[in-house]
């Protein structure tokens, strides 16, 4: 497994260095010179949170309306549609309102977020309620090294933090844009936690056999490195179109003990330790913007 980090940082090194491109140039300001508005519509083929997610796979389709002001500030909302065969619904909206800026080699968000899960939902982070995020990078030419951190609110309040690595390349233009990236996440777990007590372990209600299932996670407050993620954003600009395709791939790491408790209608019940098994995922994401 080391092997692989090892590969994959030494790979996004190697993207820095390609010969006969455009690389970003940081000292120039890219601060919009007026306010605009900007639609939406993308599909993800399967919502991975921190290399963590359901065994089924959650395909989203998501509109999304924003509008930017040229001070900074920013806000717009979503609604992701759930794409699973024989399983369709709205399954998330968010709304989402912050700050950002760029000036020189720095750049920088503070944002709220506000969400809103269906109560069917299996998505990982559905027992959430909002977050509040900031990020924060500096472009040093070669290279773009950025910190991302942020609240998480549900039952019991969870903390994140990311380091990320990034270089961008540009052709055509500057109308092509490729931006290999390389990021750790580490996170606590209590949104974990009760998604597997609420959502992944509920109780059919067809089951005549069994009264209840209860799941855990202990140590959940723990703050720890949760996966490796590596991506290669391309970014098309055609007139007031933005097209853009990410594949992205998760090597999650410190897997959890589930501990699970099942009750049958004979009053009996039985209690399981499990150590949680976890795989690399690669997933992608295809969309297009129009701003106006």
């Known amino acids: 497994m080391k092997k692989i980090y090892r ?30 508005f900007e639609a939406g519509l993308s599909y993800l083929s399967n ?13 989203y389709l998501t509109s999304s309306f924003n509008y930017y002001n040229k001070s900074g500030f920013y ?19 968010e709304i989402e309102a912050g700050y950002a800026f760029i000036k020189n080699h720095y750049s920088g968000i503070v944002a709220a977020e506000k969400d809103f899960y269906n109560n069917q939902s299996k998505n990982v982070r559905a027992e959430t309620k909002g977050s509040l995020n900031g990020t924060f990078s500096y472009d040093l030419g070669f290279i773009k ?48 936690n009760s998604y597997l007590k609420k959502r992944k372990y509920k109780t059919k209600k067809k089951n005549q056999t069994v009264t ?43 897997p959890n003990v589930v501990i699970t408790t099942v009750t049958a209608t004979s009053g009996s019940s039985v209690t399981k330790t499990k150590a949680e098994t976890l795989s690399s995922i690669v997933c992608w994401s295809a969309g297009i913007t129009y701003s106006f």
């Not at 209840?212 to 007139?239: C, H, R, W």
């Open 7 to 36: 590969c994959l940082f030494v790979g996004a090194t190697f993207f820095c260095w390609l010969p006969n491109v455009k690389a970003q140039d940081s000292t120039k300001s890219s601060e919009p010179d007026k306010s605009y």
């Open 47 to 59: 919502n991975v949170y921190l290399g963590r997610h359901d065994s089924l796979k959650i395909p």
């Open 75 to 93: 806000a717009g909302s979503s609604l992701s549609y759930l794409t699973s065969a024989g399983n369709s619904r709205v399954d998330l909206v």
């Open 145 to 192: 090294p950025s910190l991302h951190g942020g609240i998480i609110f549900s039952s019991t309040d969870d903390y994140y933090a990311s380091f990320g690595l990034e270089h961008s390349f540009f052709f055509d233009d500057d109308n092509f844009e490729i931006t290999p990236t390389f990021f750790i996440n580490a996170s606590t777990q209590n949104y974990y």
């Open 212 to 254: 209840s299932t209860k799941a855990y996670l202990p140590n959940t407050s723990q703050f720890k490195i949760m996966d490796y993620e590596f991506s290669v954003p391309l970014d098309y600009s055609a007139g007031k179109f933005i097209f853009d395709f990410t594949p992205t791939a998760s090597l999650p790491v410190n």
